[in-house]
């Protein structure tokens, strides 16, 4: 799925992912262990004929939107939010997202974005309602969904084994008038 307009927040621009956008940088984000440790592309090998495919398919899409996060200060890429699959009958969808670039980590950007998606989301969209879920031990994106105003909805039990270890599934919800 395609955008007509990038989202802009204070900070970051959010725009259709190309293909083009797709370099060894950013192969080197899917292929760090530290980025990748709470996504499931961690166990696929990741080149940028992969990934420039995905993106294709991804925009091809009617049900999903992948976005790259840009800094507007210095346009550069610091990582990706996807909103989808949609459901366009119940009106709701699911919103993932990774901050490749790690000197970015910490400061706030993932919240950003998700406030900048979940805007779009509900105001141009008309969904009703957001999902999302992560790794228990994943607290940064916690924090982040929960400073963007959604709400812990339920916790899947050793839904995921991580690094030898189960890991609960946190779910995340947001329905539309409930983000600040």
Request: with cysteine; aromatic share 10%; hydrophobic share 40%.
């Amino acid at each position: 799925m395609l955008m007509d307009a990038p989202i802009e927040t204070p900070r970051l621009i959010l725009r259709t992912l190309r293909s083009g956008d797709v370099g060894e940088k950013y192969i080197s984000w899917l292929s760090d262990p530290e980025v990748t440790r709470y996504l499931e592309i961690r166990f696929t090998v990741q080149t940028i004929q992969g990934a420039r495919e995905f993106i294709s398919a991804m925009n091809a899409s009617e049900d999903s939107l992948f976005l790259g996060m840009f800094l507007k200060s210095r346009a550069t890429h610091i990582g990706n939010i996807k909103l989808g699959p949609m459901d366009w009958h119940h009106r709701r969808g699911d919103i993932g997202l990774v901050i490749g670039d790690k000197v970015q980590w910490g400061k706030g950007y993932a919240t950003e974005a998700i406030r900048g998606v979940t805007d779009y989301a509900f105001g141009v969209l008309e969904l009703h309602k957001l999902s999302a879920g992560l790794y228990d031990a994943n607290e940064g994106s916690r924090r982040a969904f929960l400073k963007a105003g959604w709400f812990e909805e339920g916790r899947r039990r050793d839904h995921w084994l991580s690094e030898g270890k189960w890991q609960d599934d946190i779910q995340l919800g947001c329905i539309n008038g409930d983000a600040p």
